[in-house]
C-alpha cells in the first residue's frame, strides 16, 4: 500500500452505537478524494464493544488502523498518540460522534493544498446545549484575549493539519494540552473554514461539567500565565482600596469620633476579600499541580496494542 497522503485521526471513547455509521460516511468521501489514506482510531479505554467493532474495521478495511489504549486517558492525549502513529502529510482530526460531518472534510482538504499548514473549523449553527454554547462563547474571547491568538471555536475539532505541524506537534510532551491551541502556536499561515454541526448522533457527552471546567484549566493554564498576572494586578488594586480605606477611617475618627455600627458590612467585605485569596491559592495550586505532574515525567498514556499498522 503506498504511503498516505491524508490521515484521518478519531479518538473513540465508549461510541458503540455510532462507529459504524461512521465509517459508513466517512470511507466514501475519502474514496472520493481519490488520495491514498488512513484512518486512525484511538480506542481510549473504552468500556463498552467500540473496541472490538474498530478490531473488526481494521480487519476488513486495509486504510483503518487502531490505537488500543490501557486505560482512558482523555481525548486530548488520545489524539495526540495517534499524531505519532500517523504518516500523511495532511492529517485531519475529527470526534466519532458524527457532530463533526465527515462530508466537510474535502472543504478542509482543499484549503489546506492552497498552502495553510492549519485549518480550523467554525461550527455553523452549533447544536448544543445553550449552557455549551454560551460557557464556549465566553472561552473563544478570554483565550484569544490572553493569548493572543485568534481562533473563533477553540473547542470544534474538525481540524486539519500539516506535516510540519504535526512533527512539531510530536515533539511535545506536555502531560496537559489543548491540540488546537498548541497546534496553533507553531502555525504560521492559519486559516478557518465554517463547517456544519450536527446534533450527537447516538450515547450521551463524555464531558460531564467537572470535566469540562477542568479541560479548559487545560487551555487557560496551558497557554498563557496572564491568570496569574491578573491575580498579582487584583492583589495591588485591593492593597491600594485598603489603604484609603484606612485614611478614610482615621480622618471619620477625628471628625466625628469612632464607629461601632456596621461590624457586619466590615464583616461582608472581608469575606469577599477571604474568597478571592483562597481563589487565587487555588489559582496557583493549578499551575503548580500542572508543575509538578510535568516534572515527574511519567508516561503520558499507555498503548497496549496497535492494529493494522504494518
Ligand atoms: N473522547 C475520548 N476520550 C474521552 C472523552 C471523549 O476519546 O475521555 C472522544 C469521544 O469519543 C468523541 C470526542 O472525544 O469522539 C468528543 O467527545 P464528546 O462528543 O463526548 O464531546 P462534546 O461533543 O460533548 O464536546
Ligand atoms: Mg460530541
Redesign the pocket.
Known sequence: MSKPYISII??????EPNLQKLLARLYPVMTALGKPFEIIF?D?GSRDRSLEILREMAQSHPEVKVIEFNG?F??HM?IMAAFEMSAGEIVVTL???L?NPPEEIPKLVAEMEKGHDVVGSVRQKRQ?TFF?RAASRIVNITTNKMTGMQMSDY?C?LRAYNRTVIDNLNRCQEMTTFIPALAQTFASNPSEVPVSHAE?AEG????SLYRLIRLNFDLMTGFSVVPLQLFALLGILTSVASVLFALFLLVRRFLIGSEVEGVFTLFAILFFFVGIIIFGIGLVGEYVGRIYQEVRRRPRYVVRRTYGFE
Open positions: 478519531i479518538p473513540v471513547y465508549n461510541e484511538t481510549d482512558n482523555g481525548q488520545a470526534d466519532a460522534d457532530q448544543d455549551r473547542g475539532m450527537r450521551e457527552s463524555k464531558y
